[in-house]
């Protein structure tokens, strides 16, 4: 699996996930997607896009969980289509293959952080602080989304998998997320709240730190209790801020 073979299927992923989106916005507003004039859709076709998006949801959760568990090389299309009770054939309507299937899986959960790390990292608050909201609201999605969780942190953390086996638009989700916390730390530096150092470093420590403690949080691993966390923040905090 080559990082240029992601690529194209992440553009897949992303404009099936785009025409999905609409059709269900479609489905819950009662709007037709077609040109003006055109009759909304019937009873019936609303029932049958509502069907598709609760197919899409189920294969996407049970792959979560199936790759989480296994990791992506140990699990198979007909691993997910058996517990789902679907053909594998079934699920060739919602994805091209199963590079296909796993970034939608790492996406579905990504998109999200991102946009949430974006709105922090503009707030209107001292560095150290958005710092440490950024670090919690990380965690806090973590723990509600524990299968993409161990995955995401599996996949990221040092010498797990070699750079080209992450999809490619995935590692620059990672880059996004790791870009929103160096800015922050350099404009924390400059108000003498955070550390000294290259930001893009200690921000890059910052985010192999949550991966770390993602993989022993209780309440997203099955590791034994080592901190929770309340204490994870307050070592992010003793450890970047200058307070």
């Known amino acids: ?3 240029g073979r992601m690529g194209m299927s992440a553009v897949r992923v992303t404009r099936r996930a785009r025409v999905t989106g609409k059709e269900a916005a479609d489905v819950v507003s009662g709007e037709s997607a077609g040109p003006a004039g055109v009759r909304p859709p ?9 069907r598709i998006e609760l197919s899409r949801e189920q294969l996407l959760e049970t792959a979560e969980e199936l790759f989480a568990e296994r990791g992506y090389y140990e699990t198979s299309l007909k691993d997910v289509a058996e517990i789902c009770e679907f053909s594998v054939a079934s699920i060739y309507t919602f994805f091209d293959n199963k590079e296909d299937l796993y970034l939608a899986v790492l ?11 974006g709105r922090l990292a503009a707030e209107e608050m001292p560095a150290d602080e958005r710092l440490i909201a950024m670090v919690q609201a990380q965690i806090e999605r973590r723990q509600k989304y524990p299968a993409w969780a161990q995955l995401h942190a599996q996949m990221t953390k040092i010498g ?19 870009g929103l916390l160096a800015g922050v730390i350099a404009e924390g530096q400059h108000e003498g709240r955070l550390r000294p150092g290259d930001p893009h ?11 770390s403690f993602t993989l022993m949080d209780p309440m997203i691993s099955h590791e034994p209790e080592g901190i929770n966390a309340e204490e994870f923040l307050r070592f992010i905090r003793e450890t970047f801020t200058m307070n």
């Open 42 to 50: 019937s009873p019936r076709e609303v029932r049958r896009r509502q």
């Open 201 to 211: 470093a200690l921000a890059r420590l910052c985010s192999a730190l949550i991966d």
């Open 160 to 178: 797990r998998r070699a750079a080209g086996d992450i999809p490619e638009v995935y590692k620059n989700f990672y880059y996004e997320i790791v």
């Open 107 to 117: 996406m579905r959960r990504g998109a999200g952080q991102r946009e949430e790390m």
């Open 1 to 3: 699996m080559t990082a």
